[in-house]
């Protein structure tokens, strides 16, 4: 009995069959769980992108808030020290006034750094446009 390698008996055809179709559905498994991975993937990052950027927006808009504070701050101490050499030191006010004026001006220049900072914070989390 000579049989050819083309020839197989008729359950280990069935048992090629088999294997294949498993084979086949295996694939099929694994390309829709990647699929849903890369999905649940973007979904996850496209999150990720709106969280930050509203940690970003309340980040720079306490930190500007803070800044104004703290000038106004400044701001009502230089003025309680101007009526103080008011009263007795009426020769020190023009030294006072530049000082108050040299502060104004470094608290605007900080208020821009900052604003500047803040600004390229928010291109650099914009999303590419493509």
Same mark, same amino acid.
């Given at each position: 009995m000579s049989t050819t390698t083309n020839e197989l008996p008729e359950s +280990? %055809? %069935? +048992?090629?069959?088999? +294997?294949? @179709?498993?084979? /086949?559905? +295996?694939? @099929?498994? /694994?390309?829709?769980?990647?699929?849903? /991975?890369?999905?649940a993937t973007r979904s996850y990052v496209g999150e990720s992108a709106v969280i930050g950027r509203e940690m970003l927006e309340g980040w720079t808009t306490q930190g500007e808030v803070v800044l104004k504070t703290a000038f106004e701050a400044q701001n009502a101490a230089v003025e309680a020290g101007l009526h103080l050499f008011d009263l007795g030191l009426k020769g020190n006010r023009k030294a006072v006034e530049q000082f108050s004026t040299i502060i104004k001006r470094t608290q605007q220049a900080t208020l821009e750094s900052w604003q500047s900072a803040a600004k390229a914070a928010w291109m650099a989390t914009?999303?590419?446009k493509r």
């Amino acid at each position: 009995m000579s049989t050819t390698t083309n020839e197989l008996p008729e359950s +280990a %055809a %069935a +048992a090629v069959a088999e +294997a294949t @179709r498993i084979a /086949s559905q +295996a694939a @099929r498994t /694994s390309t829709e769980t990647a699929k849903a /991975s890369l999905e649940a993937t973007r979904s996850y990052v496209g999150e990720s992108a709106v969280i930050g950027r509203e940690m970003l927006e309340g980040w720079t808009t306490q930190g500007e808030v803070v800044l104004k504070t703290a000038f106004e701050a400044q701001n009502a101490a230089v003025e309680a020290g101007l009526h103080l050499f008011d009263l007795g030191l009426k020769g020190n006010r023009k030294a006072v006034e530049q000082f108050s004026t040299i502060i104004k001006r470094t608290q605007q220049a900080t208020l821009e750094s900052w604003q500047s900072a803040a600004k390229a914070a928010w291109m650099a989390t914009e999303p590419t446009k493509r």
